[in-house]
């Protein structure tokens, strides 16, 4: 099928499924299905862990600090060890005190 207008909603100009949510099924992360953690549970001082993929920021820990620009909830403001970083809460992960 050609892409464009005749081939209706198909991703790349291909069959339905073919190359759409490839990394979307709950196996893309080593089989980790990681619970869905409300914004309320992020409060200040708690200590999280950068579970994406970004290379400036993988492996990191940092803790969350509160203040600054007006943003989104989802949007967490974590201070690492050399810089501050607004990270979604999806791509964090919230760490005990004993570990």
Do not use: C, W
Request: aromatic letters at 10%; a positive charge.
């Amino acid at each position: 099928m050609a892409p464009g207008e005749y081939n209706g909603k198909n991703y790349g100009g291909l069959h339905t499924g073919t190359g759409k949510y490839q990394k979307g099924g709950v196996y893309s992360r080593d089989g980790m299905r990681f619970p869905r953690v409300p914004s309320r549970d992020f409060k200040e001082n708690l200590v999280v862990r950068y579970v994406g993929k970004h290379k400036d920021f993988m492996g990191k820990r940092g803790h969350i600090i509160s203040g600054g620009v007006r943003r989104a909830r989802s949007v967490i403001r974590v201070q690492f060890s050399d810089k501050i970083a607004y990270l979604h809460k999806k791509s964090l992960e919230i760490i005990n005190d004993s570990q």
